[in-house]
């Protein structure tokens, strides 16, 4: 497949603008370059009691997933290496290296002309796709979209009778997964990255992802927890990604039910490409065929 030799001399030195444009999005969508370690992992009484209930529900230690959370001593590494769930002002919860991770993805079926848009799916504050954004924008290029899907009101409560994996699941009693659509639209825009090439879908993805609007995908980045709701991803978007392009899960290593959800589809579809770690629970493959 014809490579594009532009973006291939663009991006061979770490001095082009294009380098440190996005560097420097990497560090500002992470709070990185106000982070303070002192107060980024405090988090209300409210949300510990709840993080108390949903741990117990599932047979974790609070303890240790709350000291993972606000140690003043991981709020660093986990920006740098993992992911905070509670960011304080950041506008996404994954770190350096899973923002990576996506540019890696995108800068390499813009390499090699793989067709097809950008998604992801639960976003959050919007800052994954604000950075796919900016990587568009750093390359110029100007055909291909970037589609946020959410229900931006946070996870659906889970229907433990028909996915049994989803049961005490209970990530809807957290109100700070639920961010609206407006508050995401003015995210963007305050890095000056809402245009038309940035398409917003509004609702659970059993709604909304059998009738997007795109005939061919090159990354998507799925972060939809529940085995419902990744299988609701893979179902609709999977057939649309283009040989060549990526599809990115967050969860696998730490949601027993998206794990299951992505084994089970690539069983049943025959996908035996090889499984790419990020991190402990990030995982990605390159579509083969």
């Known amino acids: 497949m014809e490579k594009n030799n532009l973006l291939l001399e663009a991006t061979s030195a770490s001095e082009k603008a294009s380098a440190l444009y996005l560097d420097l999005m990497k560090r500002c969508v992470t709070d990185w370059i106000y982070l303070n370690s002192e107060t980024d992992g405090q988090i209300s009484l409210p949300t510990i009691a709840k993080v108390f209930i949903f741990c117990l529900r599932k047979g974790m230690n609070p303890f240790e997933m709350l000291q993972g959370f606000t140690s003043k001593q991981l709020v660093e590494e986990n920006r740098l290496k993992g992911y905070t769930p509670f960011p304080g002002r950041a506008h996404t919860m994954i770190g350096f290296k899973r923002l990576e991770t996506v540019q890696f993805c995108i800068e390499d079926v813009l390499v090699n002309n793989i067709p097809g848009d950008l998604i992801e799916a639960g976003v959050w504050r919007g800052g994954a796709c604000i950075f796919m954004r900016a990587i568009l924008k750093a390359y110029g290029v100007k055909n291909r979209t970037v589609w946020v899907a959410d229900s931006f009101q946070g996870l ?134």
């Open 156 to 289: 659906p409560a889970p229907n433990s009778k028909k996915y049994p994996l989803d049961a005490g699941w209970w990530l809807h009693l957290f109100k700070e997964i639920a961010v609206s659509l407006e508050e995401v639209k003015v995210n963007f825009s305050r890095y000056g990255l809402l245009d038309d090439q940035v398409k917003f879908l509004k609702g659970w993805f059993c709604e909304t992802l059998p009738s997007i609007p795109v005939e061919k995908l090159a990354v998507i980045r799925a972060d939809g927890d529940l085995y419902e709701s990744t299988m609701d991803i893979l179902t609709n978007l999977y057939p649309k990604l283009s040989v060549g392009g990526y599809i990115i899960f967050d969860d696998y290593g730490d949601i027993d039910a998206c794990q299951q959800a992505v084994n089970d589809y690539r069983k049943a579809q025959g996908i035996y490409d090889e499984l790419i770690q990020t991190d402990h629970t990030e995982i990605y493959w390159k579509r083969s065929k």
